[in-house]
């Protein structure tokens, strides 16, 4: 066993290596700009959101408060009309990058964490720089990888937003556990 003490360093710089491959991947290489779609009539329809007052949160429609209600026959014609969907609204103004960023950064951190007490538990000091890179990496793609999967399932996303996230996450996994290999106490 290694402890997660001894491993500050591929912590700290998995989760570095990680963050600047994220900032290449999505602001050089162009590929997520297929993941939104702008609205049709997008002056008209945000005025209609507006005039609704809507609070930051998460919107379902046609709204049902319980799987009774799934029954009612108004409620089945509404979603038979359509349209079907679910809503995010965030708070009013320029999206604030600095704080989105700083929270991006602290999940690669908190995923590095991960990666290093799974790593710790299950390889020796001395382990091989393979055997590190794939145990700190097939955790690392559980993390970075796997999660858009619900929303395609649940929410409606494209699968093609998910594939690309999927990449990203693979790509990502790879960095750190190569960072890993690399660092792991020998």
């Known amino acids: 066993m290694v402890s997660l003490v001894s491993l500050w360093m591929p912590i700290a710089l998995a989760a570095v290596f990680v963050f600047v491959v994220s900032a290449v991947l999505h602001m050089v290489l162009t590929y997520h700009r297929a993941d939104y779609r702008q609205l049709p009539r997008e002056d ?40 079907v969907g679910v809503l995010t609204v965030l708070p009013n103004g320029t999206p604030n990058m600095g704080a989105h960023l700083s929270k991006w950064f602290g999940f690669c951190l908190l995923v590095a ?25 097939a955790t690392a793609f559980m993390a970075f990888g796997m999660g858009e999967i619900t929303d395609s399932i649940w929410k409606g996303q494209p699968w093609s937003n998910t594939l690309r996230a999927m990449v990203d996450g693979l790509i990502y996994a ?9 660092l792991w106490p020998r």
């Open 174 to 182: 790879l960095v750190m556990g190569a960072t890993f290999g690399w």
């Open 44 to 83: 008209e329809t945000l005025s209609d959101l507006r005039r609704a007052s809507l609070v930051p949160g998460y919107y379902m429609f046609p709204f049902c408060a319980s799987s009774k209600a799934m029954s009612d026959p108004a409620l089945q014609e509404k979603f038979k009309k359509g349209p």
């Open 113 to 137: 964490v991960f990666a290093a007490y799974i790593s710790g538990r299950t390889l020796a000091a001395g382990a091989t720089e393979m055997a590190v890179c794939r145990v700190a990496g």
